[in-house]
């Protein structure tokens, strides 16, 4: 295992603490065990900062010639995902987790290191930006950190930092429709370029009915649209998804738990003139000594609490130090996880997994897709024939995250019979209208909403949960949801 490299200066330390952090959320995501998953970050962390490294010393010496190159964050985590090919080219696959290797092996991955103009929207459209720019982009949407803590990382002026975003957002989409326009296209494609520009710049557009039938059916053009469309919540999830690849939804709802346990309440020893606020006087005291061992240490403690579930506890998280299950969804029932040092972090992350035989919400669970796939529950299994008809179900319905005209949430249902495939139903109250859903194919006529099985989450076990997650526009009120169903079968509240 490599030594992890040392800071050159305390800008660099800063770099360190922010980007080990990223590094080891993603790369515990990416393993099939605890201690795989330090492995893992090592490895990754070395190489890319060496990359990161090289790249700047390549700018400083052609500073007149522009290059295209991710930011330092985004870079260190690609850095994750080339590592875990090669393990898989190597022999170390069987380390990896089983999703991720299936994904390393199909064109999806392909996509990332294949020709340029192959490569998904939102990875081309973030590379042609001056790279301050798509630092801000990313530290603010992906990250999830302040506008006032990202004006104080880049150097910017905290009272136009707001402005200065709005327009690199608009800068992003001008450089995602470009790439968009010259990736290689068929006709039916091409023609509908125009009109997706079009309705996407206006958040009062409606998509005619044509265009988002097209947009159900084509990945390149629903990539763009996500990319294109800066109103409505999306951009976080298709920076994510379309810079990081496998595993982007879950690491951003992971990054958003981080800043919530270093920013939020609860922290009364922060130094207002630290030079890093959301970090705290001691860490920022670290920082400053350049010291990458001890910013590991409080790094790792802010992940070890962002792999904990909500309303987790550390005698629970004890109990389950054994069975690591990281979080890959708010929704789902979870055990807890561990906070401690970045080796006790990765062997203290909770989740409730699905399971092939159903197995309870407690220790000792599998692990999930993280691409949220649901959970198991806490009932023992029981003998099923494989029947939907007469299927009892249960319900949890999670808002997750709510802004002025949007929100995200996710749906966990729980089945007591065993499923072969499954769509789940439901009205909305005040005219919410989904726009984006993962984990699932989305059909909407009207107040009602059915949510169809992917091709690779159709199977639940008795007893077993499935879950999925959605972007949606809301007006005046946005209340829950009623009348939910699975294959037709009424659901209770749960």
């Known amino acids: 295992m490599p030594d992890l490299p040392t800071p050159q200066d305390p800008t660099e330390a800063a770099l360190f603490s922010e980007g080990w952090d990223a590094v080891l959320s993603y790369a515990d995501l990416c393993t099939a065990g605890s201690l795989t998953a330090h492995q893992l970050a090592n490895e990754a962390f070395t190489l890319g900062v060496r990359e990161v490294r090289a790249a700047e010393s390549t700018h400083v010496r052609g500073a ?16 994750v995902r080339d590592t875990a090919a090669g393990w898989e080219a190597d022999g170390r696959g069987h380390k990896l987790d089983p999703d991720l290797r299936l994904w390393l092996n199909s064109g999806k991955a392909a996509r990332f290191s294949g020709p340029p103009l192959e490569r998904p929207i939102a990875l081309r459209g973030l590379r042609d930006m001056q790279e301050a720019d798509a630092s801000l982009l990313w530290l603010a949407e992906v990250e999830a950190l302040p506008l006032p803590v990202v004006a104080r990382r880049l150097g910017l002026d905290p009272a136009t930092v707001g402005d200065e975003l709005d327009q690199v957002r608009t800068l992003f989409r001008d450089r995602c429709h470009r790439a968009h326009l010259d990736t290689p296209m068929d006709a039916q494609c091409r023609s509908y370029a125009r009109l997706l520009d079009a309705v996407t710049r206006s958040p009062a557009a409606d998509t005619p009915e044509d265009l988002s039938r097209h947009l159900a059916t084509c990945v390149r053009c629903a990539e763009a649209a996500a990319c294109l469309r800066l109103h409505g919540g999306g951009l976080p999830a298709a920076l994510a998804g379309g810079v990081i690849g496998w595993g982007g939804l879950a690491y ?13 309440a609860g922290r009364p020893g922060a130094d207002p003139d630290s030079g890093d606020p959301e970090e705290g006087g001691g860490r920022s005291r670290m920082l400053r000594g350049g010291l990458l061992a001890a910013a590991v240490l409080l ?11 909500f309303g987790g506890s550390g005698d629970d998280a004890a109990a389950a130090r054994d069975d690591r299950q990281p979080v890959a969804d708010p929704s789902v029932a979870r055990s807890a996880g561990r906070p401690g040092s970045p080796s006790a972090t990765t062997a203290g992350t909770p989740s409730a997994t699905p399971s092939a035989t159903g197995t309870t919400a407690g220790p000792g669970g599998t692990k999930p897709d993280p691409e949220p796939q649901g959970s198991t529950s806490t009932a023992a299994p029981q003998p099923g024939d494989g029947s939907t008809s007469a299927t009892a179900c249960r319900v949890v319905y999670d ?4 802004w002025p005209g949007g929100f995200q949430a996710m749906v966990t249902v729980t089945t007591d019979r065993p499923l072969t495939d499954w769509n789940v139903s439901w009205a909305f109250h005040d005219g919410q209208q989904v726009g984006q859903m993962w984990d699932a194919t989305v059909h909407q006529d009207g107040s009602r909403v059915t949510a169809t099985a992917a091709d690779y989450n159709k199977s639940v076990t008795a007893h077993g949960t499935l879950s999925f997650g ?8 946005n209340r829950e949801p009623n009348g939910f169903t699975l294959n037709g079968v009424a659901c209770a509240a749960g």
């Open 64 to 79: 007149r010639r522009r290059t295209a190159r991710l930011p330092a964050i985004p870079a260190l985590l690609t850095a």
């Open 252 to 264: 951003l709802e992971r990054r958003r738990r981080a800043a919530e346990v270093r920013l939020g």
């Open 299 to 309: 790094s790792a403690l802010a992940l070890g609490v962002s792999m904990m579930p």
């Open 399 to 402: 808002l997750v995250n709510q």
């Open 470 to 477: 959605f972007l949606a526009s809301w007006r005046d009120a």
